[in-house]
């Protein structure tokens, strides 16, 4: 959604192709994190540990992922001379004008959450929902939408529906063959008989979740590798908290990890940017990821302080 709404907006403004797909993807890496991220409900049911302070422990991992990322934006624009779609703050006066004039293409993505966190639709029905809800208001309300549209509006859904699904159905295959060879638990089994000092085992888990990540979409691999990996690390002295920030953040990065994950598949597919381009783009934002990553990980603090409170 995000990559057919920004990078068009980003290219008309000079930006590179390239650039503004690395952006949209590794932003995608902080909405899991911030609460109520739908992966941390899952691990909070694998470990059996609290839901609440698993949204309390990802805000400041989130917070630094965005500063983060805005950081490297800020720099590479900077020496790119990436000018801003404004030179200007807007006045209260245009603010509540463009509020009033967007309040019902607001209403999409706000009613479409709230659907899906009240159990009224799932995740399909509401999609079915929204498109005839933006069709309502695109033809009567904002008259934007005519009877020539249609065709090219539905030939664009179906290519770009047709070859994202064959994306995902080539990873959930072999995802599945991952699992039938049973390659995940021998891969943990191995890690919590191997390492036996915390240190030690949080770099191996690290380095195994962004493989994983890379071939596994997040909510699955969260399923799969939780209840395998957190009784080991509770083993060790590891809080769950921490240990559960750790993961979501792991498996999320690797979903647009070279070569192989598949969220830099579908960005590069809907954006039309060459896998090399979007690579060398995206190094600089994948660093950054990084090294908040082990921040969290070696400063457990960062993590905990909130959920803490709590207590």
Known sequence: MQSKI??????????????????????????????????????????????????????????????????????????????????????????????????????VPFGLIMGLRFGMFTATEGGAICAVYALIVGIFIYREIRLKDFFPILQETIESTAAIMFLLASAQALGRYLTWESLPQRIS??????????FVFLMAVNV????????????????????????????????????????????????VTPPFGTLMFVTCQITETKMEHFVKSVIPFLLIEIGILFLCTYVPQVVTCLPNLLS
Do not use: W
């Open 208 to 255: 195994l979740l962004l493989v994983v990540g890379c071939f596994f979409d997040g909510g699955a691999a969260m399923v799969l590798c939780a209840p395998l990996l957190a009784p080991a690390a509770a083993a060790l002295g590891i809080d769950l908290i921490h240990f559960g920030i750790i993961m979501s953040i792991n498996l999320t990065i690797g979903g």
């Open 6 to 107: 920004l990078v068009p907006e980003m290219v008309k403004l000079g930006y590179d192709k390239s650039f503004s797909a690395a952006v949209t993807a590794t932003s995608s890496v902080i909405t899991p994190i911030i609460p109520p991220g739908i992966i941390l409900i899952m691990y909070a049911t694998a470990s059996n540990t609290s839901v609440q302070k698993m949204f309390f422990g990802g805000v400041i991992p989130g917070v630094l992922l965005t500063l983060g990322l805005m950081l490297v934006a800020a720099i590479i624009s900077h020496k790119r001379n990436y000018r801003g779609s404004r030179t200007q703050l807007a006045s209260l006066r245009e603010i509540g004008s463009n509020l009033k004039e967007s309040i019902f293409a607001l209403l």
């Open 189 to 198: 089994e191995a890690l919590t008989a191997t390492f036996t000092t915390p």
